[in-house]
């Protein structure tokens, strides 16, 4: 391969690493926006399972209301039956039954303020969240904008890029070309040509046979590594 193709390939290598690196930041910037998407996931999900519990905290505070209403009309009745009672026995059997109903409301009473503490706590706890996931939407809504134009810029440039490819390769020999993207599509790093530094294969880090780096310096033909069939120069 003479001097001009290979430095052509290089050229080509250089552009293909300038579009790939471009993608990888498009790639990034989208993954970026799924971790965004996460977060006010996490937030949302958190409001929701307090939204959950504050609707039971409220079911058994009704509940109770209605037990303590109840109570409370059993002990009206049976004042009422207080005046009517004609022996001193009935008197005092009326009176221990109010007594327990009262103590019993008092009970409920304590428990309903419970409820009530761990309500206003949840509401605060609620809020709180809310106001978070507020903050965490407004600044993902900003970063993520920054990150659309940023992106477009990037599409833009990469599709810029692959226009000067396409121009660029009618230059290369075909032969020459094909091969490359033959190499090129197997390589993870998309690299395709390998300089030979010290008798090693830059692509591979392998020593390379003397034969192999002798025939790389005359520049008569395409040399390619016999481990990772990089293109050498
Ligand atoms: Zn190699």
Redesign the pocket.
């Known amino acids: 391969m003479i001097t001009e193709n290979i430095e052509k390939l290089i050229k080509l290598q250089n552009i293909d690493i300038e579009i790939l690196e471009k993608e990888e930041e498009i790639n990034s910037l989208f993954q970026k926006e799924k971790e965004f998407n996460k977060k006010i996931e996490i937030e949302e999900k958190k409001i929701k399972e307090i939204k959950e519990e504050l609707k039971k905290l409220q079911l058994d505070k009704k509940e109770k209301e209605l037990e303590i209403k109840s109570y409370e009309e059993e002990v009206k009745n049976l004042n009422q039956k207080l005046d009517n009672v004609k022996t001193n026995k009935e008197y005092e059997a009326l009176l221990i039954e109010i007594a327990n109903f009262k103590k019993k409301i008092s009970e409920i009473e304590e428990q309903l303020l419970i409820l009530m503490e761990a309500e206003d706590e949840k509401i605060k706890k609620e809020k709180f969240i809310e106001e978070e996931l507020k903050k965490v939407k407004e600044d993902v809504f900003k970063k993520m904008e920054e990150e659309k134009k940023k992106a477009e810029e990037l599409k833009k440039e990469v599709s810029k890029k692959k226009q000067e490819r396409e121009i660029y390769i009618k230059e290369i020999p075909s032969s020459d070309y094909l091969l490359y993207e033959k190499i090129r599509k197997t390589k993870k790093d998309n690299i395709a040509i390998?300089k030979v530094e010290d008798g090693v294969?830059s692509?591979?880090?392998?020593s390379l046979p003397t034969y192999i780096v002798e025939m790389v310096k005359k520049k008569e033909k395409v040399v390619q590594?016999e481990?990772?069939?990089?293109i050498l120069y």
């Open positions: 390998a294969c692509g591979c880090n392998m590594c481990n990772c069939s990089r």
